[in-house]
């Protein structure tokens, strides 16, 4: 297993390796600034496409970071990365408003070390996601004052990980992932008072929190194949992710507006750069896919994730609830062997994904349900150009509560190379 020293020098060789500003967020939801931000449950562009779908199923064409058992399916050298963009119309029963946001979605490298026996693989992902922009107005207690909150959120935690996967019996293999987790989370709080003829009463304060982590994390997976004719296998997979306490720092101060980041400045320092932990709960996911071989294949799965034992870095409990995810996806090849046709070679996904999220608002669940659709269109022999839509809907208008409207697109590129561990004869 790996030590806390080298994950966390993998992790830093993989952050030199990008521009930190061209990584993008997948979360543009106001939903977000609750907890430590919106959790990824749904893997590369591919299982995007097919509802999340990756406990259970994969391809030697495609990197798989959601089960590493499931590494082992590669057998060629694959390296995958790819972009995303998300549009969300955000709607509070009375006006809405549209947000939106993209950017580097992720990278991923499988190596097969012994081709169909052992296999390893490294990247960089993101784990949460916090994107938000709200306003929020309210009467000042026993006065006619009316007081605006200005509420912005940006950041997440992001992981570069290591991850092996073993077949240790016929079609039974096993898969160990660590990660270096690393990330910051910016939020603020600004606050200005009106009277009734709109002019600013008293003077304008800003809340300035920023924590940053900087930790590992380990997840665990297993696959079986069951073979229930020549043609057809029946996959079963299960994965068992820990983060329990997340190590970082805080800084929080009150203070006027745009002085509350600098520590120097006037105002309440209420902690600077302190050392802390997030309690993050472990999450455990199971999975079952029927495939016809060069076919078609179709599967269920399920992840959950008990966040009423979520605290934040001031060891505060905040009113979450257990986040359940279930997806259902379906993928076909019209005809693998079609060298003459591109469109039959491709292969075409559709799924479905129902996540109860964490977060319950004025007695009521903020539910997310959505519809995806993908692709992977060969460009040669070997590569594939990935594609992935999501249209979704989450959260409700009642109680007072927000609906948004989202599309997300996923577009993708993996790069595959059966040569990489052949030694060359002809130059």
């Known amino acids: 297993m790996l030590s806390k020293k080298g994950l966390k020098t993998l992790g830093v060789i993989c952050t030199l390796l990008l521009f930190s500003k061209a990584y993008g967020q997948n979360s543009s939801s106001p939903y977000s600034a609750l907890g430590i931000g919106e959790f990824n449950y749904s893997g590369l562009t591919q299982n995007q496409g097919m509802g999340g779908l990756g406990i259970s199923y994969g391809t030697g064409w495609q990197a798989n970071v959601v089960n590493p058992a499931l590494t082992t399916r590669n057998t060629i050298f694959n390296f995958q990365v790819a972009f995303n963009y998300d549009r969300n119309n955000v709607d509070n029963g009375t006006e809405s408003s549209l947000v939106d946001g993209g950017g580097l979605s992720y990278i991923a490298i499988s190596l097969p070390i012994k081709s169909g026996k052992f ?80 002019k600013e009463v008293g003077n304008p304060s800003e809340y300035y929190e920023r924590l940053t982590v900087s930790d590992v994390g380990y997840k665990a997976g297993i696959h079986y194949q069951l073979k229930t004719s020549a043609k057809t296998n029946l996959h079963l997979g299960a994965i068992y992710q820990k983060f329990g306490d997340v190590n970082g720092t805080g800084f929080a101060k009150l203070a006027g507006i745009n002085q509350a980041s600098d520590p120097d400045s006037d105002g309440d320092l209420i902690a600077n750069n302190v050392k802390g932990s997030v309690y993050l709960p472990n999450r455990v996911g199971f999975g079952l896919t029927f495939e016809k071989m060069n076919k078609f294949a179709v599967g269920l799965e399920g992840q959950f994730q008990d966040f009423n034992d979520y605290r934040n870095f001031f060891g505060d409990p905040l009113n979450l609830q257990a986040s359940q995810k279930v997806g ?100």
């Open 119 to 198: 296999t390893t693989g490294l990247g960089l992902g993101q784990v949460t996601s916090v994107n938000y922009r709200l306003q929020v107005k309210s009467e000042v207690d026993n006065s006619n004052l009316e007081a605006i909150n200005f509420l912005q959120g940006d950041g997440g935690i992001s992981e570069a990980y290591l991850n092996f996967g073993w077949l240790i019996a016929k079609n039974l293999s096993i898969g160990m992932q660590g990660s270096y987790l690393f990330g910051s989370t910016i939020r603020t709080n600004q606050l200005v008072i009106y009277d009734t003829e709109s």
């Open 328 to 427: 259902f996806g379906f993928q076909i090849v019209p005809d693998y062997l079609n060298f003459d046709n591109i469109l039959m070679r491709s292969t075409y996904r559709f799924g479905i994904e129902y996540l109860q999220t964490p977060y319950m608002l004025n007695n009521t669940n903020i539910n997310d349900l959505g519809i995806n659709l993908g692709t992977s269109i060969p460009v040669n022999n070997l590569s594939l150009l990935n594609l992935a839509v999501k249209v979704g809907r989450r959260g409700t208008l009642d109680n007072g509560l927000i609906r948004e409207s989202y599309v997300n697109f996923t577009l993708g590129f993996s790069l595959n190379d059966n040569s990489w561990f052949y030694k060359r004869v002809f130059e």
